[in-house]
């Protein structure tokens, strides 16, 4: 079934917020094999001139993508068929230990690919003034039968 191109330009309600913690930010780095004191130590990252522990630049994959989005049977989307396509990130400020953020994620585009299917979703994170922090830009692919 192919994605439903009704879905293009659709923003959905803000997630609720993701508390970032130093201990998330930590398993973060480790798992991506990042020894970069200022992910872990919050004197490192002070004299490095940041208020804390700071997240590593991919760190909001965390919690940009999976909103409810995906789950919508509307949309067509087979989740058992998806792969990551690309990423990236435009960043206001860096992410810190202490941050509350909320996802709020816009369908910008459904195209076919070959037998593929791109659905590109663009995410606006923000803290809990309202401030843009980041904004992701994500490209999942659904493989096609």
Do not use: C, W
């Amino acid at each position: 079934m192919a994605l439903n191109t009704d879905f293009i330009g659709r923003t959905f309600p803000p997630s609720p917020p993701y508390e970032v913690s130093r201990v998330k930010i930590r398993e973060f780095a480790d798992a991506i094999g990042d020894g970069n004191p200022i992910y872990r130590d919050p004197e490192a990252a002070r004299a490095a001139g940041h208020p804390d522990v700071v997240a590593p630049p991919t760190f909001p994959i965390v919690f940009s993508l999976g909103g409810d989005y995906f789950a919508d049977p509307d949309l067509g989307l087979n989740y058992a068929m998806v792969v990551h396509g690309e990423q990236r990130f435009e960043y206001k400020r860096p992410v810190v230990a202490g941050d509350a953020l909320t996802a709020q994620a816009t369908i910008a585009d459904i195209r076919k690919a070959g037998r593929n299917e791109l659905l590109k979703i663009v995410t606006e994170i923000r803290d809990t003034a309202g401030e843009l922090v980041v904004t992701t830009y994500n490209t999942i692919v659904e493989r096609g039968a």
